[in-house]
Antibody, heavy 120, light 107 residues
Framework: QITLKESGPAVVKPTQTLTLTCSFS??????????VGWIRQPPGKALEWLAI???????RHSPSLRNRLTITKDTSKNQVVLTMTNVDPMDTATYYC????????????WGQGTLVTVSS | DIQMTQSPFSLSASVGDRVTITCRAS??????LNWYQQKPGLAPKLLIY???TLRPGVPSRFSGSGSETDFTLTISSLQLEDFATYYC?????????FGGGTKVEIK
């Protein structure tokens, strides 16, 4: 059974760095083809893809946020970490991590999401 | 970036109605198109992938069709539990963009 869970601060001040952790079980991020992605959703708005990291360390980021995002994995801990620098109130959103079984194919399992509010 | 445009933005329908939602890509994405359902306060759930493959466990009243740039999600007979927001997403090329969503409401 695949499960994912996001964790991180509920409130972050503008210009600070946001660090989110996705802890998962039921699969290994060392299995060929597997990836974990991050997607966010501002309140009342649509989903926005942020980044993905694969079993072999390959990673992709949203071009609009590329300079602010870092995605890393710790295979031994079954965790993926997303770091976003210089946050702004526009980054207020629910952040989800999700499992991809093969390349960019699809996100078939999602975490419950974590709401992050950027406010001074 | 590949832009994904969904229509309509929202629709009102009754239980038993046939509902169709469309998604258009700004360039060809072959059949690399997924559909998700999201209910308020919950994470999205994958319904259909590769344009027309129903995820195991998803009711057969859901179906997907299309290729290249034009895609459709159809609910053959709307049930109470289907009232939700639906998103398409292209998995052809990063950034893996989502459509703006279609909210299906009770008439």
């Amino acid at each position: 059974q695949i499960t994912l869970k996001e964790s991180g601060p509920a409130v972050v001040k503008p210009t600070q760095t946001l660090t989110l952790t996705c802890s998962f079980s039921g699969f290994s991020l060392s299995t060929s083809g597997v990836g974990v992605g991050w997607i966010r959703q501002p309140p009342g708005k649509a989903l926005e893809w942020l980044a993905i990291i694969f079993w072999d360390g390959d990673k992709r980021h949203s071009p609009s946020l590329r300079n602010r995002l870092t995605i890393t994995k710790d295979t031994s801990k079954n965790q993926v970490v997303l770091t976003m620098t210089n946050v702004d109130p526009m980054d207020t959103a629910t952040y989800y991590c999700a499992h991809s079984p093969s390349g960019y194919d699809r996100f078939d399992y999602w975490g419950q999401g974590t709401l992050v509010t950027v406010s001074s | 970036d590949i832009q994904m445009t969904q229509s309509p933005f929202s629709l009102s329908a009754s239980v038993g109605d046939r509902v169709t939602i469309t998604c258009r890509a700004s360039q060809t994405i072959r059949n690399y198109l997924n559909w998700y359902q999201q209910k308020p306060g919950l994470a999205p759930k994958l319904l259909i992938y590769a344009a027309s493959t129903l995820r195991p466990g998803v009711p057969s009243r859901f179906s997907g069709s299309g290729s290249e740039t034009d895609f459709t999600l159809t609910i053959s007979s709307l049930q109470l539990e289907d009232f939700a927001t639906y998103y398409c997403q292209q998995s052809y090329d990063p950034p893996l963009t989502f459509g703006g969503g279609t909210k299906v409401e009770i008439k």
